[in-house]
């Protein structure tokens, strides 16, 4: 699941109502965590109200520390800076889209002729020549009767 939210994150939210008073959270980057700065102080703040420290393996945060405190709130503001830089750049690259008339607002292009599967299906011939005559992964011939309802 995305980073950007805790919504919809059952695992993280199992996680997280385990740990018990003394309990660690050991973490490899903060980022996996939470992404939104605000999702991130949540979190940090429920585990230090509750007594559970969090640790990350691959930056210096340790929350049972002053320093880890102190690294891991500069962290979540330069990982907000961070996504909201990126939402820029992607607005601005819509918008460049759309100035050039480019932009149909729905993703990129199906890469899967689902009618020329269905095509070869009907005359009897299977996936693997559909991969070769399509020039497509095995997975994703396999998708396309689950895609279509069928």
Do not use: W
């Amino acid at each position: 699941m995305t980073g950007t939210s805790t919504d919809g994150r059952e695992e993280l939210a199992t996680l997280l109502q385990f740990l018990r008073e003394g309990d660690t959270l050991v973490v490899t980057r903060i980022d996996i965590l939470a992404q939104s700065l605000r999702d991130l102080q949540n979190i940090v703040h429920d585990l230090r109200q509750r007594g559970v420290t969090l640790k990350a393996l691959e930056q210096p945060i340790d929350t049972s520390i002053a320093a880890g405190k102190c690294f891991h709130n500069m962290l979540g503001i330069f990982a907000k800076f961070e996504t909201n830089l990126r939402r820029e750049r992607q607005l601005e690259g819509i918008a460049r889209a759309k100035a050039k008339g480019i932009y149909a607002g729905k993703g990129r292009p199906a890469s899967i002729d689902t009618v020329r599967i269905r095509e070869m299906k009907a005359q009897g011939l299977g996936g693997h020549s559909h991969r070769q005559a399509l020039g497509m992964g095995r997975a994703s011939v396999y998708r396309v009767p689950e895609a279509d309802g069928n």
